[in-house]
């Protein structure tokens, strides 16, 4: 069955901002770790940011430090990126990864199915 379902995705002028939005469903609602990687064409996937479960230890990748906040609203079961002043380098695939009880740098349970999001310059 369905566990991740992304929104949000578009496109937007360098500079300009967009949230992403992903909401769980069965076991992955009660994911220890929720966060976003990302894919951009003829590269690998990147970790991009996470959330703990209370949302006290949010993690971030070097190159949207500052740019992108990961967030969670435990009772929509929802995990959000607001993203801020992109780039067109921040072009890519945006996918929501959960990870039942170890962060997601180590071990992704579940995956949606990816939203693109375009920064034209």
């Known amino acids: 069955q369905v566990q991740l379902v992304e929104s949000g995705g578009g496109l937007v002028q360098a500079g300009g901002s967009l949230r992403l939005s992903c909401a769980a469903s069965g076991r992955a609602r009660s994911s220890d770790y929720m966060g976003w990687f990302r894919q951009a064409p003829g590269k690998e996937r990147e970790f991009v940011a996470s959330?703990?479960?209370?949302?006290?230890?949010?993690d971030y990748a070097n190159s949207v430090k500052g740019r992108f906040t990961a967030s969670r609203d435990n009772a929509k079961s929802t995990v959000y990126l607001q993203m801020s002043s992109l780039k067109p380098e921040d072009t890519a695939v945006y996918y929501c990864?959960?990870?039942?009880?170890?962060?997601?740098?180590?071990?992704?349970?579940?995956w949606g199915q990816g939203t693109q999001v375009t920064v034209s310059s």
């Open positions: 959330s703990n479960w209370g949302g006290s230890t949010t």
């Open positions: 990864a959960a990870g039942l009880a170890a962060p997601l740098t180590t071990r992704v349970d579940y």
